[in-house]
Every structure is written in C-alpha cells, then in structure tokens.
C-alpha cells in the first residue's frame, strides 16, 4: 500500500487520484474553519505560494470530529476559506480522521507515522508530510504553526 494508491473526493464532489500527485512533497492536513487553529490557513498558504511551483502540494481534509468545528457543507468551508484566507490548495470533501467512518486515508497515515500518546488523531490541524517517493515522513501536532514545517519542507523539495 502507497500513498498513491488512494483516491479521495475533492469538494467539487469529483474523484482525485492520488497518482496525480506522484513526485510531489504533500502536506496532509485535517482542518476546520471554526477552530482556534484556523488562523493556519494563513501560513498554509503563504508555504503553498512560496514552493508550489517546486513541487509542494497541500492537501486539505476538513473534519467536523473534533468540537464539531467544520459544521458547514464543501462549498460552505470552501468559500469561507478562500474568501478569508484567500486558500489556492486542493480541498478535499470532509472526512471522518477517527473511529468507525474513517477515511482509509488517515488510517494509512496513522499507520506510517503515529502519535506522541497513540495514533489517533487528537485535534484539527495535525499535518502530515510526504516525500516525493511516497513516504510519510513526519507528523506534526495542531500547535505546529506551518512556519515551523518550513526547514523540513525545504529538505525535501530539495531531495
């Protein structure tokens, strides 16, 4: 099982490919527009204008699991992100990151690189980073500013 074996509704509703993204550095972030960490979007982004063009692509799941953060439709978390944080980066449909309905997904990355206390995902904005060859090389916590991934994007864009 890769990392390019998935394939995960986008919130236009279409099937992506996970193929598509082969030889790219991934970031694979749960989110939510109504959380404390939400601000993230703006680093999310300025990281994505910064090194898309070397090959980062950010991937955004928003998920509604934690303090029901994320109440709205696709469409609803799309606009609100790309009107207040002006958001270019895929955005997925919202998922499931824990417990009976997970996405496959999440648990494949769960798998690669668990948690400080378990696996399970404990809160919005963990984040997953993904090598060009399609391993998942690390995982970050919530509090983890986007800035802070920085060096370690770099390395890998650079590999």
């Known amino acids: ?8 509704k986008n ?10 993204y082969e030889g790219k550095v991934l970031l694979i972030v749960n989110t939510a527009t109504g959380c404390g960490f939400t601000p993230q979007y703006e680093g999310l982004q300025a990281l994505y ?36 944080y002006q958001t270019a980066f895929p955005q997925f449909s919202k998922i499931d990151v824990n417990g009976e309905n997970e996405a496959p997904l999440y648990t494949f990355l769960k798998q690669q690189q668990g948690g400080f206390l378990g696996d399970a995902i404990k809160w919005n904005f963990t984040k997953f980073l993904v090598n060009r060859h399609g391993d998942v090389v690390a995982r970050f916590a919530p509090q983890t500013s986007p800035e802070k991934m920085e060096d370690a994007i770099q390395k890998l864009l650079a590999e």
């Open 11 to 20: 919130a236009e509703g279409d099937f992506v490919d996970f193929h598509t």
């Open 1 to 8: 099982m890769s990392i390019y074996d998935f394939t995960m």
């Open 49 to 84: 204008a910064k090194y898309h063009d070397q090959g980062l692509e950010i991937l955004d799941f928003p998920c509604n699991q934690f303090g029901h953060q994320a109440p709205g439709s696709d469409a609803e978390i799309t606009n609100f992100c790309q009107l207040t």
